[in-house]
């Protein structure tokens, strides 16, 4: 009987409250989906063994034989032996761990399995399993870890014959994002709301055998999502290159796993820095160029500026915030034929004066943003926040009608309210999308205002990108809060007012030491 997505999400979550007596849910991750992808990768294993011996039962093949014709003709990966040629040898694979749960020293036998699964497909899984930190005692006590794989093994089997990659990838993505409701901060930083995700990708649209690019990938979700999309249009995802790069290796890790969860090959993820050491590169030293670039940085980032840095168009982003260096990345990035780049910012990169402002004139001069659409605040984990999506294409690749000018969405106010943030439906973000495809003007009577600004215009406004210059809704809000502070200073005032009579009343009673 098929395995019903709702099953396997319920027995992944139950195995994952078993660490909620030894770390808090926000370290969660860096347990349950290494462990989960073990698991995948040895019911795969096993599935594929079996099947081998049942179709080749009467061959009499020797083993040597056996073992050459399975990993030429159906194996797709390795699951080696561990300790081998010791008492302790068995093969790195979850049934053969699993079986000695209740022994001492879970965790190291755990984290040699990983390894030699590591080591044994390099091209494949190098590095993939992350830091694996977790597999000392001191961390997880080893009869946690054991209750935690009891659990997962209670999950029906991991492999193409039991359950379909959509299933798995779905409940891997369901982990995701429980993670990042319960935990705050640290798990959403490499979680961008599925919603938000797609709204992006729908704007830039990937089509068959495009490279797509997301130089902060975190958990790979972007990447996932252009194909899924291009899938559900009637293309072939599997088609699209996929590339990405993370600064943290267990968020990197994290992100293979989903990738490949989600039967989706053809990918590379680097680690590292993308502002200081850049991993995808020309054989020239100049980073590599992408039809496709999508990403959600971290805000406002504190960096060391770039020197001489050809990415540095318009001049180089401050040190307080590295908010333009990502944008002139991804710019640098942009195939020049046909690249497009959509990233979601905070609202201050269309406003904030000084080298950002330079930045910005030069961006604008050389016609590259299309688009800027103001989401409404609260949407991420992370931040409540206002954010926007800056979307660039290469010049001379704009529609004629869009070229010279930059197009401004205002959809500040379509979303539902949901129990800790704020949610795009999929009305809204179709609404979005009709409307930037479009490009005409809407008067926000839907909640959604729309109005195509010349540069010129821009111009004349200092290259000021503020929303609210542009369009009566988002101006009509920025009154509101205009408003706010005027009655803050009043208040404020009054305040100041009494403070300064009581302090005069105290003196001339003779009592001291109130006033500054």
Not at 327 to 351: E, N, T, Y
Not at 364 to 386: C, K, M, Q, R
Not at 470 to 498: C, F, M, P, S, V
């Amino acid at each position: 009987m098929a395995v019903t997505q709702q099953e396997i999400e319920n027995r992944l979550w139950d195995a994952a409250d078993e660490l909620r007596v030894a770390m808090p849910e926000a370290q969660y991750s860096s347990v349950v989906f290494p462990l989960m992808f073990w698991k995948y990768l040895s019911d795969t294993w096993e599935h594929t063994h079996q099947t081998f011996l049942k179709e080749n039962e009467d061959l009499g093949l020797s083993a040597e034989e056996a073992h050459e014709v399975e990993y030429s003709n159906y194996q797709t990966f390795k699951i080696p032996f561990i300790f081998p040629g010791t008492v302790a040898e068995s093969r790195a694979s979850w049934s053969s761990i699993l079986a000695t749960v209740a022994q001492h020293g879970l965790g190291q036998r755990v984290r040699a399995s990983l390894q030699a699964i590591e080591s044994a497909n390099p091209d494949k899984f190098s590095r993939l399993f992350g830091s694996m930190t977790w597999t000392s005692e001191a961390v997880l006590p080893g009869e946690v870890l054991a209750s935690v794989m009891r659990a997962m093994d209670r999950t029906p089997k991991m492999h193409e014959g039991n359950m379909s990659h959509d299933v798995l990838g779905g409940a891997y993505e369901y982990l995701l994002k429980r993670f990042s409701d319960g935990s705050g901060t640290r798990a959403g930083q490499f979680f961008t709301p599925r919603e938000v995700v797609e709204l992006i990708i729908e704007l830039l649209g990937p089509k068959n055998h495009e490279s797509v690019y997301d130089p902060t990938c975190g958990s790979g979700g972007m990447l996932i999502a252009a194909a899924n999309l291009l899938k559900a249009h009637g293309g072939r995802g599997y088609t699209l290159s996929l590339n990405g790069q993370e600064a943290v290796t267990d968020t990197a890790g994290v992100a293979r796993m989903n990738l490949f969860m989600h039967n989706l090959t053809e990918f590379k993820v680097e680690v590292g820095d993308t502002l200081r050491d850049p991993r995808f590169k020309k054989p020239d030293g100049s980073v590599k160029q992408f039809d496709m670039i999508v990403a959600n940085p971290p805000y406002s980032l504190k960096w060391k500026p770039w020197t001489n840095d050809p990415r540095a168009i318009g001049g180089v982003a401050p040190q307080s915030s590295a908010d333009w260096a990502f944008v002139q990345h991804m710019i640098a990035s942009m195939d020049p034929k046909k690249g497009r780049a959509g990233v979601v910012l905070p609202h201050g990169v269309l406003f904030r004066g000084g080298q950002e402002a330079a930045i910005r004139r030069r961006v604008l001069d050389n016609d590259l943003l299309e688009a800027v659409i103001g989401l409404p605040a609260n949407l991420f984990y992370s931040t409540t926040i206002p954010t926007c999506i800056l979307v660039f294409r290469v010049p001379g690749t704009k529609a004629l009608e869009r070229q010279d000018g930059v197009l401004f969405i205002d959809a500040s106010t379509r979303f539902t309210k949901a129990k800790n943030r704020s949610v795009l439906t999929d009305v809204n973000i179709n609404d979005v999308v009709t409307t930037y495809r479009s490009g005409s003007e809407a008067d926000g009577g839907a909640g959604l205002s729309a109005r195509f600004v010349t540069t010129t215009e821009i111009m004349a406004n200092g290259y000021d990108l503020n929303i609210g210059r542009y369009i009566k809704q988002a101006a009509a809000e920025q009154e509101d809060l205009g408003t706010l502070i005027d009655a803050y200073n009043i208040a404020r005032a009054e305040r100041q007012k009494t403070e300064q009579r009581m302090l005069a009343v105290l003196s001339a009673a003779g009592i001291e030491g109130f006033d500054e």
